[in-house]
């Protein structure tokens, strides 16, 4: 990446200003020693700015920098000094957002321990493969999390919010050093097919995904920014990674819930709301607040934008909305901003500075605009390949996200879903995002989600699970009769299947597993 425009672009955003001499070079030292990692970004946050808030929580903790540093460093030398937890090591971290989580991975970078960050969603069992299959050494969990992890095995040791507090509060003085390797954050891919597997994500070399992010979505240093999509998943990792390189105030909740999102948004008057699609969408369904709360940026990701979402939301709390797609294993691949949703409110936007981007067919071979083709990504941040052993697939120093997709003449891509998920009814192919994307429309449903099941006629039929707004009705041929105006015969639901809601894990993502159980 070049210098020029990194340059420029830390101008434009703050965080190249005037500063007290003794501590610019203290930040500048932190990066040099500890590099990008959690524990280096917090470092220098807390050299330049160490009395700002950092982390304000629901519960009322406020911590400064200074006070997030030591206390994560705290937290790393009772680990090593009291559980024996050394460089090499997995430890899981099984949290919601709050202090604690940041200060747990913050200490296991310091200690060049991978840090495997666990779905809140797993069950049991599942808990008890990743824990196999991560071969952790140590489980840091939430409270509400003790009855779900007694059957995991002895050995690996675990720590509740009080016993991580002891550690906390009993650390032993002691000097914290770079350690010879740097530990690793492992994310979790998002299992909605079943165990999910460890990805492990790079650490950044440089300044150049900071300003390729910052560059196409406006947030500047020293902003209030709450992250309400879940911090174990990607999106909210990345989110937590720039907010402590802009030494910013975060403000974190536990669980979401719309209004009192909105509540807090406007009382800690957050400049910048990261979040997920149906989070966005469940603001809409609460009043909004007066005055609104003064947001300047609503940065969404982890699952698709809903048809007619975008423009909605945007009208209500003006144009602020920035729609990043990508993956765990490819971080980004490109961005639309509040111009691109008005102009086609399901773009995934442009390829941000320094993103490659192709679609290519079967043969490898780019696809002409507005044939869909698979997608491939470069930039400075592809996962390092899972923990398993395994890669995805590469082209030409491009790595294959699994989804499909298409470019208009302008340059905006459209992603049309997974590969895997394309239904073929009757010998055609069938995208169930753009079926769900127009009954999103009909303004009885809140959600729509489409599955192909198996037909013994056609192969596969399209069967649409339509949660309706409370109090709502829908006949279900009168549902086929409006797919039918717009779509070709073969993308018209044979099933329409009313439910209360869809079921979504914890980024927001519809698990279509639970969906193909109403068939047995």
């Not at 911590?63 to 540093?69: A, K, N, Q, R």
């Not at 069950?123 to 071969?135: C, D, I, M």
């Not at 790595?399 to 394309?422: E, K, S, Y």
Request: proline share 8%; with cysteine.
């Amino acid at each position: 990446m070049d210098l020029p425009f990194i340059v420029a672009t830390l101008t434009r955003r703050g965080l190249l200003t005037p500063g007290s001499p003794v501590r610019v070079a203290s930040q500048l030292n932190a990066l040099r020693t500890w590099g990008w990692s959690l524990a280096g970004e917090l470092r220098q946050a807390a050299a330049r700015d160490p009395g700002r808030p950092a982390v304000i929580d629901e519960d009322g903790v406020e911590l400064t920098y200074h006070d997030l540093l030591d206390r994560a460093e705290r937290m790393a030398r009772s680990m090593r000094a009291g559980l024996g937890v050394q460089a090499g090591d997995r430890i899981g971290v099984l949290c919601r957002n709050h202090h604690g989580l940041i200060e747990t991975i913050v200490a296991a970078t310091l200690l060049g321990v991978d840090a495997v960050l666990v779905n809140t969603g797993l069950s049991a069992a599942q808990l008890g493969t990743v824990a196999e299959e991560q071969r952790l050494r140590l489980l840091v969990h939430d409270d509400e999390f003790t009855e779900r992890v007694l059957g995991l095995p002895a050995e690996l040791s675990r720590l509740d919010e009080r016993a991580r507090e002891e550690l906390v509060a009993g650390a032993l003085p002691g000097e914290l050093h770079p350690p010879e390797r740097d530990g690793r954050i492992i994310v979790l891919t998002s299992g909605t097919t079943g165990t999910p597997k460890g990805a492990r994500r790079p650490t950044p070399s440089g300044f150049g995904p900071l300003v390729s992010i910052i560059d196409r979505i406006p947030l500047h240093a020293r902003n209030r920014v709450m992250i309400a999509a879940p911090i174990f998943h990607t999106w909210g990792f990345a989110a937590l990674q720039v907010c402590l390189a802009l030494r910013a105030t975060i403000v974190l909740h536990r669980r979401f819930d719309p209004a009192a999102t909105l509540a807090a948004l406007t009382a800690h008057q957050c400049d910048a709301l990261f979040a997920v699609p149906v989070m966005v969408q469940r603001l809409l369904e609460v009043p909004p607040p007066e005055p609104r709360p003064p947001l300047k940026v609503v940065a969404v990701s982890g699952s698709a934008l809903p048809g007619g979402l975008a423009p909605k939301f945007m009208d209500v709390y003006g144009d602020v909305l920035y729609n990043l797609y990508g993956s765990t294993e490819v971080s980004w691949a490109s961005i639309a901003g509040p111009q691109d949703l008005r102009q086609a409110p399901t773009a995934a936007g442009r390829p941000p500075h320094g993103t490659r981007l192709a679609l290519l067919d079967d043969d490898g071979q780019p696809v002409p605009d507005g044939r869909v083709g698979r997608i491939f990504v470069g930039n400075e941040m592809l996962f390092e390949g899972y923990t398993s052993g395994a890669n995805r697939e590469t082209h030409d120093g491009l790595l294959d996200t699994g989804d499909l997709g298409r470019l208009n003449a302008d340059g905006l891509l459209f992603v049309d879903g997974r590969a895997d998920d394309m239904i073929v009814s009757g010998g055609e192919n069938v995208f169930p995002s753009e079926v769900e994307d127009l009954l999103a429309q009909l303004p009885q449903v809140r959600e729509a989600a489409v599955i192909g099941v198996p037909d013994p006629e056609y192969g596969q039929r399209l069967s649409a699970f339509l949660a309706l707004h409370p109090g709502e009705t829908l006949d279900p041929e009168a549902v086929r009769e409006y797919v039918r105006h717009f779509l070709a015969r073969f993308s018209v639901p044979r099933d329409v299947i009313f439910v209360k809601y869809l079921p979504r894990n914890a980024t927001g993502k519809v698990l279509t597993r639970e969906l193909r159980r109403y068939y047995g």
